[in-house]
């Protein structure tokens, strides 16, 4: 078992910041990991993907605004964002996944308003 710890969120005024870091309880080398955000009434859809050996996908609404990174030596995934919009509110997920796991953490909260 493996478990997820997402920290950072907040509010956060239009064209600011955040870093969200997603701790995990042991080390992930080789999982494919990634955030997911979930908005109101809305279903969860992935923001930024890594791979196991560093290949980063992100989704069309935030590229060149968002960037993932992990830390293998801490066992922490990061997601770096820029520019906030409104519409990037929502809760943000951690996932980590390889084969038949698949782990998630319990999301943290993300509103971008004035």
């Known amino acids: 078992q493996v478990q997820l710890v997402e920290s950072g969120g907040g509010l956060v005024q239009p064209g600011g910041s955040l870093r969200l870091s997603c701790a995990a309880s042991?080390?992930?080398?080789?999982?494919?990991m990634g955030w997911y955000r979930q908005a109101p009434g809305k279903q969860r859809d992935a923001v930024a993907l890594?791979?196991?050996?560093?290949?980063?996908r992100y989704a069309d609404s935030v590229k060149g605004r968002v960037a993932i990174s992990k830390d293998d030596a801490k066992n922490t995934m990061y997601l770096h964002m820029t520019n906030l919009k409104p519409e990037d509110t929502g809760v943000y997920y951690c996932?980590?996944?390889?084969?038949?796991?698949?782990?998630w953490g319990q999301g943290t909260q993300v509103t971008v308003s004035s």
């Open positions: 996932n980590a996944h390889l084969l038949t796991e698949n782990y």
């Open positions: 042991r080390i992930l080398s080789g999982y494919f």
């Open positions: 890594i791979d196991g050996i560093g290949n980063t």
